[in-house]
């Protein structure tokens, strides 16, 4: 044996691979064992499927990178929808950028995550403690990516290729759902004003009218100008049967005593429809549904008053109504949706767990482990032989092994 051979024998490396040679079999069968272990685990863990739609925000075209830069990602993010509407307010570009800046934050929200965990019952599934915890696993499973043409490449796992389908299309509907109730746009933040602007006038109007009705109620007039005509008709009809009753009674007063029967009933008549004829003139009666004459042209003005009020306040509110129902319709064409351009498409194979791949990155995890097991173990011996510093470290060992291992150290006594 030359020098150089003798010299390799003894150096680190050398010695580290002839233990390795001479445990050779040991190694083989640890990384067996580790094989048929992985094997075993990936037949009994719990195996997921993914499915993945594309979805798109309608009249968005291509879209910048570098406006677009901290957008585009695998990953789903906690960012929760509170601090969205304040990150709403600082946002610049074109309206196509902000729509796919908004539905990007909204998809990858707190809140839609959350949405999602509670209609899986995933807390339980996950077997985790808290939201976070939950949201930290789902994060992993779930993901959003924005291309640079502007499609969102939706994917989730779920135990089954129908729940994962079902998974993307409820994140795209949940995100649908959050979006129509933000304000991201002019016409919906006028829709918004709009609606307070039609509650004021509802209320206005309803104010005009408790105080029409209670004007009618006061005076009795449902309805002035026909019930005036009505009155009217009254007065000359009460008119003419007095002028008969006073030409009948100067035919009497020619011809019988002013004490005859006949004469004494039509002056009674006459008196009384001169009565009639005051009482409705002046302040009316009781009895009658028509207000008195006099009052009449208070009433009026009154009314008119009250009616012109009552016309303009209806005439706003049916003025704001209608625009409400134009910023609607402006609002469903602003407003970024998602629409799913190819619907969710699960996978023929797993996503998890690969067998081939765990079994075969486990039994090399193994191996590498053994390999690095024989280097300590030779560094151990080294350190062991060494004729400086080998009987300290022996002393180290033995007091740890008598600490340790009291029976040991009393047979070593």
């Known amino acids: 044996m030359n020098g150089t051979e003798r010299e390799l024998r003894d150096s680190f490396l050398g ?37 993945t739609a594309v979805a798109m925000v309608p009249g968005t075209g291509t879209t910048s990178l570098p406006v677009l830069s901290g957008l585009v990602g695998a990953g789903a993010t906690n960012t929760g929808l509170g601090g969205l509407a304040s990150q709403l307010i600082g946002m610049t570009g074109t309206s196509a950028e902000t729509d796919l800046m908004v539905v990007q934050q909204v998809l ?3 809140t839609i995550m959350e949405r999602l965990i509670l209609e899986y019952d995933l ?21 959003v990516t924005l291309t640079p043409e502007g499609f969102f490449v939706v994917s989730a796992q779920g135990s089954s290729r129908e729940e994962a389908a079902s998974m993307v299309m409820d994140l795209i509907d949940y995100a649908n759902d959050e979006l129509s109730s933000l304000v991201t746009s002019r016409a919906r933040r006028g829709r918004i004003e709009a609606e307070k602007a039609l509650a004021e006038a509802a209320d206005s109007l309803e104010s005009a009218q408790a ?11 449902n309805f002035p100008e026909e019930q005036g005509a009505a009155a009217v008709t009254v007065f000359e009809s009460i008119e003419t049967e007095l002028v008969m009753a006073e030409a009948e009674l100067a035919g009497y007063a020619g011809g019988v ?22 009482s409705r003139l ?24 009250l009616y ?3 016309e303009t306040r209806r005439a706003i509110y049916l003025l704001v109504r209608q625009e409400l129902e134009t910023l609607r319709l402006d609002e469903v064409k602003e407003s970024p949706t998602l629409e799913v351009v190819v619907a969710p498409a699960p996978e023929h194979l797993r996503a998890y767990p690969r067998r081939a791949r765990t079994v075969i990155l486990y039994t090399g995890l193994a191996f590498m482990l053994a390999l690095l097991w ?25 007091g740890i092994r008598g600490q340790l291992l009291p029976g040991s150290r009393r047979r070593q006594l």
């Open 308 to 310: 012109m009020e009552l």
């Open 374 to 398: 024989m280097a300590v173990l030779t560094y151990v011996d080294r350190l062991m032989t060494d004729g400086s510093r080998g009987p300290f470290w022996r002393e180290v060992l033995g």
């Open 108 to 110: 990858t929200s707190r």
């Open 15 to 51: 010695q580290t691979i002839l233990r390795a040679v001479r445990n050779l079999r040991r190694i083989v069968v640890f990384c067996l064992v580790v094989a048929v272990a992985s094997a075993v685990y990936v037949m009994l863990v719990g195996k997921r499927w993914e499915a």
């Open 123 to 143: 807390v339980r599934r996950y077997r985790t403690v808290s939201i976070e915890k939950t949201l930290t696993k789902l994060n992993h499973r779930v993901s």
């Open 257 to 278: 005593s002013s004490r005859n029967e006949a004469y004494l009933q039509v002056a009674r008549r006459i008196s009384y429809l001169k009565e009639a004829l005051q």
């Open 211 to 221: 105080r029409m009705e209670a004007f009618r109620e006061e005076s009795g007039l």
């Open 282 to 305: 002046t302040t009316g009666d009781s009895l009658s549904v028509f207000p008195g004459m006099a009052l009449f042209p208070a009433y009026i003005r009154e009314y008119d008053r």
